[in-house]
């Protein structure tokens, strides 16, 4: 009998392989064919799920933001919950804002990826839209999280919250850049402190 595949966990190694390639040789060298290889598959079978090059780059990039999203939705059900337990909000808006900082190996491939991505929007119209609704999902992420914290009375008064969501944004854009080319300077626990007094600078005193 020929073998089952499970079409979308197929398309997800796919993806997967795009990331290697990315990020070890930088998109411009991710082609079909190199992406091929990397999954360990030859072309034909890649265009059987990919018809294009620029679908299967557009793919990739939206498995990468989706991937992100959930991790975010998980602290966020916590943070915005007003039935659940009592919680440390500080700690957890860290920990919320923390996935879009490469804190880890897994998080600082994404933020290496995400950047090539990014950087090809420029002059790839194929991927300035999904560039442009993450760089809106974030900003609506901060803005959240800082309506939140002026609802429970932790925000110091006379706050912009649309400039502040804006700032924290751009500090986490900031911060990413950062590790992502200067990971020895720009260490984890250097972007947790820089995070965490950013965040206590905006508390009321």
Same mark, same amino acid.
Request: aromatic share 4%; proline share 3%; hydrophobic share 45%.
């Given at each position: #009998? !020929?073998?089952?595949? +499970?079409?979308?966990?197929?398309?997800?190694?796919?993806?997967?392989?795009v990331f290697r390639v990315v990020r070890r040789d930088g998109l411009e060298q991710a082609s079909l064919r190199l992406v091929a290889a990397e999954a360990g598959l030859v072309v034909g079978s890649v265009r059987h799920y990919f018809?294009?090059? +620029?679908?299967?780059?557009?793919?990739? #990039?939206?498995?990468? /933001?989706?991937?992100?999203?959930?991790?975010l939705l998980v602290h966020a059900e916590r943070l915005l919950d007003p039935a659940g337990p009592p919680v440390d909000r500080l700690e957890l808006t860290e920990r919320l804002l923390g996935e879009l900082l490469p804190l880890d190996d897994t998080r600082r491939a994404e933020t290496?990826?995400?950047?090539?991505?990014?950087?090809?929007?420029?002059?790839? !119209?194929?991927?300035?839209? +999904?560039?442009?609704? /993450?760089? +809106?999902?974030?900003?609506?992420?901060t803005r959240r999280v800082l309506v939140e914290a002026r609802r429970m009375g932790g925000l110091a008064d006379g706050l912009d919250l649309d400039l502040e969501a804006e700032r924290l944004a751009a500090l986490l854009d900031g911060l990413a850049m950062a590790a992502a080319t200067q990971p020895g300077r720009t260490t984890p626990a250097l972007m947790r402190q820089i995070l965490r007094r950013h965040l206590s600078s905006l508390k009321r005193q």
């Open positions: #009998m !020929p073998k089952i595949v +499970d079409a979308e966990a197929r398309r997800q190694e796919i993806a997967e392989a018809a294009t090059h +620029d679908e299967l780059i557009v793919f990739a #990039m939206r498995t990468l /933001s989706e991937r992100v999203r959930k991790r290496e990826v995400w950047l090539a991505f990014t950087a090809a929007a420029r002059t790839r !119209p194929e991927l300035a839209g +999904d560039v442009t609704r /993450s760089h +809106d999902e974030i900003r609506a992420v």
